[in-house]
């Protein structure tokens, strides 16, 4: 019996779709590119989504070395789905990320936050959120600009997160928990 030969773009006979769809990310994509929910998504940040990020990393910077922390906008990869995120900020132990080359889990970082964007608002409001929680992420700060508003998200469980703090109207402290015991002030974002 033989086997039909496979034409171009047929994918049908992969054995591993998950692994193949995440090689391609990472091989060929190219670095700032995600996937999300199986759709391959490049990322283009704008200058304002990149300064709301650095007014939050900045914040954050003094009680990450004290705790032996960093923070980057390194590769999540969600075993089991077809998602590879990459956050724009994450906050994981200093000394795992520098022996770890390729992707973190979510549930090895201690904080990952998304700034939304006009294109991908929704995604962070939803899928992400749902998904962080359900890999384990212990907190989940979502800085919505279309909103003007941030919220935190933590305690994860398998359905997404259990305890949602906010929307805090821009301006607000937002209080993250230990290990960061930190108000960060939101009214430059």
């Not at 990393?57 to 705790?67: E, K, Y």
């Not at 956050?87 to 936050?113: C, N, R, S, Y």
């Not at 890999?135 to 935190?152: E, M």
Request: proline letters at 9%.
């Amino acid at each position: 019996m033989s086997t039909a030969p496979q034409l171009p773009g047929d994918y049908s006979t992969v054995s591993d779709p998950e692994r193949a769809l995440k090689y391609a990310i990472q091989h060929v994509a190219g670095d700032r590119a995600e996937i999300i929910e199986g759709v391959i998504t490049p990322m283009s940040p704008t200058w304002a989504h990149e300064s709301a990020a650095e007014v939050i990393r900045r914040q954050l910077t003094p009680r990450l070395d004290a705790l032996g922390l960093v923070s980057g906008a390194g590769n999540l990869d969600l075993p089991g789905s077809e998602n590879w995120f990459i956050p724009d900020l994450a906050v994981v132990p200093a000394d795992l990320a520098a022996k770890t080359e390729g992707a973190l889990l979510p549930d090895q970082t201690l904080l990952v936050m998304e700034v939304s964007s006009p294109s991908n608002g929704e995604t962070d409001r939803t899928v992400k959120r749902r998904r962080y929680g359900q890999y384990g992420a212990p907190l989940y700060l979502l800085v919505d600009r279309q909103n003007r508003a941030c919220t935190l998200f933590s305690e994860p469980t398998r359905l997404g997160y259990a305890v949602e703090d906010g929307p805090h109207a821009f301006g607000t402290p937002v209080r993250l928990p230990e290990p960061f015991d930190l108000d960060l002030d939101t009214s430059r974002l």
